[in-house]
């Protein structure tokens, strides 16, 4: 194990952004595939499952890590993807609904990207000044990958709405046509934000997974919104919707669909998302990572440039993969929901001062998410990896 200096950590991490070369990550002294408990402590995987072809150190020039690298050069990215305009909206839609998956270039201008790049350089360095046990340098989040964090769940209130950086991306010029193309309508909610990331030197892939479970329920408003998105309801002989409408209607209507905004340019190297096409409305489970064929590791969206961003069925199997590089790679999110999904599955992560600040159509989406005038969200502003840290910290405000 090497020995590490603290106060050279600490000034790794103030000049540390989230696009172009950093010394963060690559930490040797934490093992491939390692996970913590609540606490911080090293634990047996509770949750997902490890990555059994992992190099076995985490060290840049590893003859291993190099051999993976040189796969990744050759095989990483899927062939042809498209990569839309923003204006393209139909086109957009269209591949949405085909793949579970789309990228939208130019999605955020010069100052936008750079505001949003500050907000996740600033909420990261909150997570990383957590020192790790021993003589590792940083702190695993609870229960995930080494090197892989979620802005999500790493906020004590689960969300990052309480950040001006995320609340502005809630409404653009850009999206929000995309978004109602989507859902058929402007009538949908913001269901939270929050998104993903990973340290230079994350070499494990995160197995492939769906977010959301959809019960594939046919309530009358998911029936409503399929009507909009133009499905023709075709009955069988007892008078019932036919099984291919009521297919077609869960295809189609999905219950979460995300935004995620791309801070630096996708590589075939710096851990680009993997997305299976055609997957969202599968019952069955995707493959573990011991029967992943090398196709769906290297399905991955490699081209996709700083400002662009993923719309993505929640439901289609994705998974984040190895970033062998020297740059950290970012994709802070917003996430949405057709009015159908029950009021009861938001949660109030909004205060009402950053509500104040948005559009008109943005305070309606986020009506459901937003706390009273001068009532604090619970958990709002405090980041920690450590689950325990969270709930001590929601624990204290209430008290
Ligand atoms: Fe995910």
Known sequence: MKNINRALLQSELQEMQVYGETQVGWDENIPPNETVDSDGNPENRRFGAADPNSPKRRVYDDPEVEALRETLRKHNGIRGLEICEPSEVKKIARI??????????????????????????????????????????????????????????????????HHPAWASMIDLPTTTPIVTEIFGS???????????????????????????RDPQHLTEGRIKQAKLLGVELHKDESGNLSVATQKLIMELTSPLVTINFVMCDLTWENGPIRQ??????????????????????????????????????????????????????????VEYSPMWRPQADYT????????????????????????????????????????????????????
């Open 348 to 399: 109030k992560s909004m205060p009402h001062e950053i509500w104040e600040t948005l559009t008109p159509h943005a305070q309606k989406m986020c009506e459901w998410i937003k706390a009273d005038p001068g009532v604090l969200p619970a958990g709002a502003g405090f980041m920690h990896p450590l689950a325990s840290k969270r709930t001590e910290a929601v624990e204290k405000q209430n008290s």
């Open 186 to 212: 402007s009538d949908y909610r913001v269901w939270g934000s929050g998104g993903d990331l990973c340290l230079p030197g994350a070499i494990e892939y995160q197995h492939l997974h769906s977010d959301v």
């Open 96 to 161: 949405f609904r085909r793949d579970g998956f789309v990228v939208v270039r130019d999605l955020l201008n010069a100052e936008q990207l750079a505001r949003l790049r500050k907000g996740c350089a600033e909420a990261l360095r909150e997570i990383l000044s957590i020192p790790g046990q021993g003589n590792r340098k940083y702190a695993n989040e609870t229960g995930r990958l080494p090197h892989r964090y979620s802005y999500g769940t790493s906020s004590a209130s689960r969300h990052m709405l």
């Open 276 to 333: 299976i096409p055609g997957t969202h409305a599968l019952q069955q489970s995707p493959p573990s990572p011991a029967d992943e064929p090398d196709w769906m590791r290297h399905s991955t969206l490699v081209g996709a440039t700083a400002g662009s961003g993923v719309f993505r069925d929640n439901r289609a199997w994705h998974g984040a993969t190895p970033n062998l590089s020297k740059e950290i790679r970012a994709l802070p999110n």
